[in-house]
């Protein structure tokens, strides 16, 4: 059987990322971390292939998504629509409080 592994998206360095480290080492399950800024999609033969600084999203069983940062409409709407591509594409869970739509959101960083 292979190693469950799991991604946490916008998880940061603080107590927390700390305790969900720990906890999955004790439960024997690979655990990552990244930053929403470090997410991307490349164009591969005509299919958009998703990554982040730890590498493609596609190796991880679980998606944890914590706080957003703030950032241009254009980033926010990148960011949960490259979320909802996790799960109805490559049929990953990402685990969060609730994922909006990208046309639902209005949670930037400039004033309307």
Not at 42 to 67: A, H, K, Q
Not at 100 to 109: A, L
């Amino acid at each position: 059987m292979n190693q469950l592994r799991i991604l946490c998206l916008g998880a940061g360095r603080g107590w927390h990322a700390t305790e969900l480290k720990k906890a999955s080492q004790r439960a024997q399950i690979d655990f990552d971390s990244a930053a929403y800024e470090s997410m991307k999609s490349l164009l591969v033969g005509g299919r958009s292939n998703l990554y982040c600084e730890c590498g493609p999203l596609s190796e991880y069983d679980i998606i944890l998504t914590r706080t957003m940062p703030a950032g241009s409409f254009e980033q926010v709407t990148f960011r949960l629509a490259m979320l909802h591509e996790i799960h109805d594409r490559i049929g990953l869970e990402v685990v969060a409080g609730g994922v909006e739509r990208p046309e639902q959101h209005s949670c930037t960083d400039s004033e309307a």
